[in-house]
């Protein structure tokens, strides 16, 4: 029988998008389903702020009645204003080891890209650069993180098959925490923080609270840091106030406040940031995508009863104004001694662009490996 492509048109089938990864996925080791819940409110335009500025349409691929592919199409229009560009993105794509498939995804996406009077399609992307992106193609064998995308080594195969080619790469590394066996130069960022403290007046500062980090807007300021830094980087588009809510109301519960650092001026202006959580990957595993009637235990288990010995690095990000000055010294020198306080042993690095060499080179005094790469494919639409 023919693939069938269908337009997701209501709820039920909306869920029915969600679910197909978990299906797809349900005997892997290294995938790391998304909470059901979490998703249902990235799709729909009425929870998620990005649809100020962003459009999508959803699609299911069908077999005989039976779901084997899913897609979305997105449209970021920020980022095609910020960066004059006519460029649609697909994203969120799973389909079963079948050519015929994931031919049939990819044509929806080019004729939806098409009719949105789109010139590329690039992917897999999401609405902004705080959702998964980039396909897996390298280290098929390593354990995914909650903000990253796991799948299966013929994805990139496939849309290689179908004329897709490399726009850019993201690598991840294993950083390790210093310690017997990982030895590293982390007495140089102590070193070059004090130095660094001193010359730029700078301090490091810590929450006892989430009201803390919130009161006069002060989360706020620090994503205007996460703006500039990132306003260069590929496909980024400047992240609004309802948006920090948003990931705020949706991280903020799960962080561990030790694991966040603020280097600011002596005026209390922030310059950098830093942020980390406990993996919950397993946990997550676990939940099976699903809070109820278990979900909610194994989560709270991972935060406070039994932690990974893992770091996820959600965010790093320091003023243009203040990078190559040795800023990042200050987060690692404050955050190293807590790793090692915590029992970590590990960290697992933000994919980090294969551009972006300021950002690699902060490791290089750390045990650390290249352990994934990822890829945003694209290809030019014709009219």
């Given amino acids: 029988m023919s693939v069938e492509i269908t337009k997701v048109q209501n709820r039920a089938e909306l869920k029915q998008f969600i679910r197909f990864n978990y299906e797809l996925y349900k005997d892997n080791a290294f995938s790391v389903p998304d909470l059901l819940e979490d998703m249902l409110d990235t799709y729909n335009p009425k929870k998620n702020p990005a649809f100020e500025f962003c459009e999508a349409e959803y699609f299911l691929a069908r077999r005989d009645g039976k779901i084997v592919g899913r897609v979305a199409c997105i449209i970021n229009h920020k980022a095609n204003r910020t960066w004059n560009e006519q460029t649609a993105r697909f994203g969120w794509i799973d389909f079963i080891d079948d050519l015929e498939v994931s031919g049939a995804l990819l044509r929806q996406a080019e004729d939806w890209a098409r009719e949105h009077r789109c010139t590329k399609l690039v992917g897999p ?44 790469d993201w690598v991840e590394r294993k950083i390790f925490v210093p310690e017997d066996g990982h030895e590293a130069d982390q007495a140089k960022y102590f070193r070059v923080a004090e ?6 007046n ?39 106030r309802a948006q920090v809510d948003k990931y705020a109301d949706q991280y ?18 922030p310059v950098a940031m830093g942020v980390g959580m406990g993996s919950l990957a397993h946990a997550l595993q676990k939940a099976k995508g699903k809070l109820f ?20 690095l959600l965010l790093v990000a320091v003023l243009p104004e203040y990078q190559s000055k040795g800023v990042n010294a200050m987060l690692f020198a404050d955050i190293i001694p807590i790793a090692k306080e915590m029992g970590f042993k590990w960290a697992e690095s933000h994919p980090q662009l294969e551009t972006n060499n300021k950002s690699q080179d902060q490791w290089k005094h750390l045990d650390q490996v290249v352990h994934k790469r990822r890829r945003c494919y694209q290809k030019p639409i014709e009219a």
């Fill in 125 to 168: 992307l999401g609405f902004t650069d705080l959702d998964a992106e980039g396909m897996l193609i390298d280290g098929f064998d390593q354990l995914s993180t909650m903000s990253t995308i796991y799948n299966f080594p013929y994805y990139p195969q496939h849309l290689e098959h179908y004329g897709y080619t490399h726009e850019i």
């Fill in 195 to 200: 130095i660094v403290r001193q010359r730029l």
């Fill in 202 to 240: 700078l301090r490091v500062r810590k929450f006892k609270s989430v009201k803390e980090i919130r009161e006069g807007g002060y989360l706020y300021r620090v994503f205007d840091v996460v703006n500039k830094a990132y306003a260069p980087l590929f496909g980024f588009s400047e992240i609004n």
């Fill in 252 to 269: 903020l519960q799960f962080l561990d406040l030790r694991l966040l650092t603020v280097v600011e001026t002596a005026e209390g202006e």
């Fill in 293 to 312: 009637p278990f979900g909610w235990w194994h989560l709270l288990k991972a935060i406070y009863l039994k932690r990974s010995k893992i770091i996820d």
